[in-house]
Nanobody, 124 residues
Framework: QVQLVESGGGLVQAGGSLRLSCAASGRTFYLYTMGWFRQAPGKEREFVATITRSGKTTSTAESVKGRFTISRDNAKNTGYLQMNSLKPDDTGVYYC?????????????????WGQGTQVTVSS
């Protein structure tokens, strides 16, 4: 069982930046593909970005492409989501997740482990 803890959320003005972190328990982080998802009030959880075990392959949602960057440091058992040029529409709870299979994962159903989420609020 892997436990995930997100951090780095907060309140930021439009145009600002935040860096989210996802710390995984144990030493098996490198075995998993990682993803970031978000959920706005009254909306379904949506895919944001994913990165494969080695970090060589990533995929990012069109809505955040060019603004958000996913990365990972397997030695630190930690994943990241760098968010730049934030917009009010980016507001929501951001979750990191891990999946056992090696391919990139665009659907929440593919993921096996989830963090508790961190709130990101972007003011206009």
């Amino acid at each position: 069982q892997v436990q995930l803890v997100e951090s780095g959320g907060g309140l930021v003005q439009a145009g600002g930046s935040l860096r989210l972190s996802c710390a995984a328990s144990g030493r098996t982080f490198y075995l998993y593909t990682m993803g970031w998802f978000r959920q706005a009030p009254g909306k379904e959880r949506e895919f944001v970005a994913t990165i494969t075990r080695s970090g060589k392959t990533t995929s990012t949602a069109e809505s955040v492409k060019g603004r958000f960057t996913i990365s990972r440091d397997n030695a630190k058992n930690t994943g990241y989501l760098q968010m730049n040029s934030l917009k009010p529409d980016d507001t929501g709870v951001y979750y990191c997740a891990l999946k056992i299979t090696a391919s990139v994962g665009l659907s929440a159903d593919e993921y096996n482990y989830w963090g508790q989420g961190t709130q990101v609020t972007v003011s206009s």
